[in-house]
C-alpha cells in the first residue's frame, strides 16, 4: 500500500534553475495539497486542488507552479529557483466525509530542497 | 491574521507529568480539526481528531471550544516517546507553527 510516494527525497539546484517535485497517491483522494515547511514557520500551504482539473493558490504561491491533470498526480513546478525556496516540501493528499469535513491527510516522506 | 495560531514552546516537561496545547482559529466556519504529530525529520502523522463532544486516546484528550474558536490537547503521564512536535490542523490545509516537546527522564 503505497500511499503519496513524494519524489525526489533530496535535490540540489542552483539559482535560475527549474526543476518538477513529483507526487503521486494510490487512494484516489480527491484533495492534494503542497507545503513547504521552515524552521520556526510550521508547515505553509503552496497549492492544492480539490480535484483533477482544478488547483488553488495557498499561503506562499509565489514561485511554483502546480497541475491536477489526473486524481493521482499532482506535480509541483519551481520555475526559476531562488535561495530562498530553500526549504522541505511535503506534498498530501485527503478526501472529504460528509458534511464537507475533510478527513485524516496523508503525507509524503517530503523532499530537501537546497537551492545555491 | 493566520488562519491559525500556536503557541511553539518549546515544552520542556519531566516524564509523568501533564502538559497542555492550545491552537486558535480565525475562521468561525471551520469544520475539520486535527492534531498532528511530527518527529524530527521526518512528515506529519495523525495523532487525532477534534470533535465537537470532545474525544480521548488513552494518554491523550483533544478538545475543541467553536465559541472561543480554539482546540486544545493535553497529554498526561507523559513519556519519553511523546518527544516531537505536535501541529494543530484547522479544515485540512491550514496548520499551526507547531509546539516543540521535549520529555525530560
Known sequence: NAGVTQTPKFQVLKTGQSMTLQCAQDMNHEYMSWYRQDPGMGLRLIHYSVGAGITDQGEVPNGYNVSRSTTEDFPLRLLSAAPSQTSVYFCASSSIQGLGANTEAFFGQGTRLTVV | ?105
Open chain 2, 1 to 105: 491574521r493566520k488562519e491559525v495560531e500556536q503557541d511553539p514552546g518549546p515544552f520542556n516537561v519531566p516524564e509523568g507529568a501533564t502538559v497542555a496545547f492550545n491552537c486558535t482559529y480565525s475562521n468561525s466556519a471551520s469544520q475539520s480539526f486535527f492534531w498532528y504529530r511530527q518527529d524530527c525529520r521526518k512528515e506529519p502523522k495523525l495523532l487525532m481528531s477534534v470533535y465537537s463532544s470532545g474525544n480521548e486516546d488513552g494518554r491523550f484528550t483533544a478538545q475543541l471550544n467553536r465559541a472561543s474558536q480554539y482546540i486544545s490537547l493535553l497529554i498526561r503521564d507523559s513519556k519519553l516517546s511523546d518527544s516531537a512536535t505536535y501541529l494543530c490542523v484547522v479544515n485540512q490545509f491550514y496548520f499551526g507553527t507547531g509546539t516543540s516537546l521535549t520529555v525530560i527522564p
